[in-house]
Structures are given as C-alpha cells and as structure tokens.
C-alpha cells in the first residue's frame, strides 16, 4: 500500500538549534517526494521537492532534505530554527502512475524563545 | 509570485444544502485538483482534472461530489446535499504539468456543516 509516515506528531526545540523531521515512504514506483509547511490560517507551501538526481535538496527557508532509497526515508534538516518556523510540516509522495500526492499526517513544530 | 485562491475561506452550510467551493489556479497551471483535511486527520486527495474532465478520482469522490471549470480562471467544487462528515478543510491545488510537476495548493477553505 502507498503510504507515508511521519513519525512524531509533535516536536519542540529551542531557538537555534537544529531541527529533523522524519518521513518514511511506502510506494510502489519511482518516489517524488515533498514537504510542505502549513502556518496557522495558511495553505500548504511547498518547502522542496525531490524527483531525481543529488539526493540532498535544498529548499526554502534554510531547510533541506535528503532522499535515502535503502531506508524509504526523506527527512526534513534545518541547522538552527528559528521563532517563526513553529508550524505544522506535511511529507507528501508522488509518482508518474497517479495524479494524486499522499500525505503523512503532519508533525508540528514549537520553538521554545 | 503567482498563487492559487480560494473562497470563501470559510462556509457554514446546513446538512442536505448544497455547497459550491471555488478556486483560481495559477493562470498557466494546466491540471487541477482538490483535496481535504478532516479535523486532526492527513490531508487527503479527492479528484483531479485536466483538460475538462477528471482525470483520476479517490473513493471518497462519490456521486455527491462534482467538478467544474465553468471558464477560463474558476475551477470549482460542488457538494451536492452536504453531511455532517463532509466538515473539513477543502484545498485547491493545480500545476503545470503532469509529471515532474509541484502541486501548488490554495489557502483552503474550512467547511462546516451543521
């Protein structure tokens, strides 16, 4: 089954510390994969995206992740947070046999002044 | 930047009313889609359409669910006879191709319905 998993459903870090977010994958073709934030009130933007080549994206914001084929994995980096990226992040998988994008369930960030 | 919009951002509807959600994809966006967020659950796809006509649909997309491009900018949602389980958060998407595409999403709009 197509899926995606977002391990944590809420993460709290200090300002200025280092940041992770997990995405584990389910799919049965060859993955595009996103992640987006949702601020309160707003609609989901996209963060960075994966369809092929360095598995190491850069993205908006500072953020960047890294797409690891043996461990189904595209996880969300970001060095040192800051106050206003406290909102809730969407994995997101994708592939040319379907229009449709699979979502995880979210994790929620809180940024601890 | 161009964006994707919807409205209203937010509708109160009561059960058995029909509904018409409604969104602008960005101008050069050729396909288009609709998702929704249930209250605390993932956001789930609904339908998407391209060149006038859906192109794949979830099982959620029943027979009280259609889709619409009534012109050149509008793509729309209707609900036909709204159930208390229909309340979520709709999202409007669109991009610019198929494959290899990012899915721009709109700001939602929250539905309710009593």
Redesign the interface.
């Known amino acids: 089954a197509q899926s995606v998993t977002q391990p944590d459903i809420h993460i709290t870090v200090s300002e200025g510390a280092s940041l992770e977010l997990r995405c584990n994958y389910s799919y049965g073709a060859t993955p595009?994969l996103?992640w987006?934030v949702q601020s309160p009130?707003?609609?989901?933007?996209?963060l960075l995206?994966y369809?092929?080549g360095d598995t190491l994206v850069q993205g908006i914001k500072g953020f960047e992740a890294e797409f690891k084929r043996s461990q189904s994995s595209f996880n969300l980096r970001k060095p040192s947070v800051h106050w206003s990226d406290a909102a809730e992040y969407?994995c997101?998988v994708?592939g040319?046999s379907?229009?449709?994008?699979?979502?995880?369930?979210?994790t929620r960030l809180l940024v601890r002044p | 930047e161009p964006e994707v919009t919807q409205t209203p951002s937010h509708q109160v509807t009561q059960m058995g009313q029909e509904v018409i959600l409604r969104c602008v994809p960005i101008s050069n966006h050729l396909y288009f889609y609709w998702y929704r967020q249930i209250l605390g659950q993932k956001v789930e796809f609904l339908v998407s359409f391209y060149n006038n006509e859906i192109s794949e649909k979830s099982e959620i997309f029943d027979d009280q669910f259609s889709v619409e491009r009534p012109d050149g900018s509008n793509f729309t949602l209707k609900i036909r006879s709204t159930k208390l389980e229909d309340s979520a958060m709709y999202f409007c998407a669109s991009s610019e191709a198929f494959r290899r595409e990012t899915q721009y999403f709109g700001p939602g709009t929250r539905l309710l319905v009593l």
């Open positions: 595009y996103f987006y009130g707003q609609g989901l933007q996209l995206k369809f092929s969407f997101a994708g040319d379907s229009y449709k994008l699979i979502f995880g369930s979210g």
